[in-house]
């Protein structure tokens, strides 16, 4: 089944859009509402090598609005075989620097933000956050599983592929997505495989063109969920044999180590927001208590905040202590955890913008001292409960979210705002 499209449309084309994706809008699928919303989108392309040279220039000529590359490695001559993005001349440059030169000669009607950091359990939320969709094409399942667990805590989709010798795989993560399709690579992989340095590109060997096929693949999965159409690599493991020119199908459901994440995280659609999992969980390298690799990077907080759900409010009574406050009759602090795009859609006023990857920083405590009284809300409330819960476990004593977040609150109080 087709899901709603991630991304609501942006501004009219211009000529040069027109003229430049003129045979993509002709798909029936896409049209000229399809191309605005490629043209709004957001994506985080993780790893600028093998799998990542094909999504990278694919995402970029489709007209993907805004694409973000992450790495932390320079370019070796070794890497040029299958590495498509970087020219010879980029041997000894940082990846993100040739692949970014390469995208915006490409596509100059593109944005390409660099992210020369290494991925970690401490950089992770930051990084991923600010994007739609994320693609994984890394080839570390350590650093694999700290993305798909800050994915699952964002509530944002992964596609995730990966290829080896003659072989490839593809997938598409997302803790949160509608219908019972919420997958986590938990599900995949129940046991981190160990670390075999015999099954890695530089020993194994891997054929150029398998990556260039999965990397398309990744690709293509990526168009369909942002905007919205097609039936998404969702509970499917597409599998690649090169040598038998063979694709074949796997379907793969739920763990039981993480049923709870799933089930808990479903009833949300649209754009991407953060699961609604019930115990506030944070990031960190060496969790506990949780079965599964990637769900054992939550550690759990202490259990006196967990025993208790963050209380709520509506947005009635959100209206009513605003009025309160602007008579000096209320003192509070009202935090936006969505992301910039959607503040700048659509906001109430009088509210702090913190994207929910940032609420933790130091930043964020600038504007939110643990001191005050603090009212959290998104766009529907999953991600306000996650903050709400975060913020509780980590010294905040007063916080509430809103519940039905800034879609209830267009509903009921201010019809005029737009809804997405």
Known sequence: MALPALVSPASD???AELLRYARQIAL???????????KDARVLVLGAGGLGSPVLQYLAAAGVGT???????????????????????????????????????????????EHDVEVTPSTVLEVVSEYDV????????????????ACALVGKPLVWGSALRFDGQVTIFWATAP?????????????????NPAES??????????????????????????????????GRLLVHDALDATWREV???????RANLGSSARGRSGSAGAANIGEPYSVTRQGAGASGPATRLFERQDASVNSTSPTSISVTELQELLAARSRDEADFVLVDVREPHEHALVSIE????????????????????????????CHHDGRSQQAAAMLRANGWDDVVFVRGGIDAWAAEIEPEKPRY
């Open 350 to 377: 009088g509210a702090e913008l913190v994207p929910l990857g940032r609420i933790l920083s130091d930043a964020a405590r600038e504007v939110l001292p643990p001191q005050e009284k603090v009212i959290v809300h």
């Open 67 to 113: 694409i973000g590359i992450a790495d932390h490695d320079t370019v070796e001559v070794s890497n040029l075989q299958r590495q498509t993005i970087h020219p010879e001349a980029s041997v000894g440059l940082r990846k993100t620097a040739s692949a970014a030169a390469a995208v915006r000669a490409l596509n100059p009607l593109v944005e390409v933000v």
């Open 134 to 149: 994320i693609v994984d094409g890394t080839d570390n399942f350590e650093v694999q599983y700290v993305v798909d667990a």
């Open 179 to 195: 219908a019972g399709l919420d997958r986590t690579l938990d599900d995949l992989y129940p046991e981190q495989p160990d670390a």
């Open 13 to 15: 084309l211009t000529r």
């Open 28 to 38: 029936p699928h896409v049209g000229i509402d399809g191309q605005r919303r490629l």
């Open 251 to 257: 379907p793969f459901g739920p763990s039981a180590g």
């Open 201 to 234: 590109c530089s020993v194994a060997g891997v054929l150029g063109p398998v990556c260039a096929a999965i990397g398309a693949v990744m690709a293509t999965e990526t168009l369909k969920l942002l905007g919205g159409y097609g039936e998404p690599l969702l």
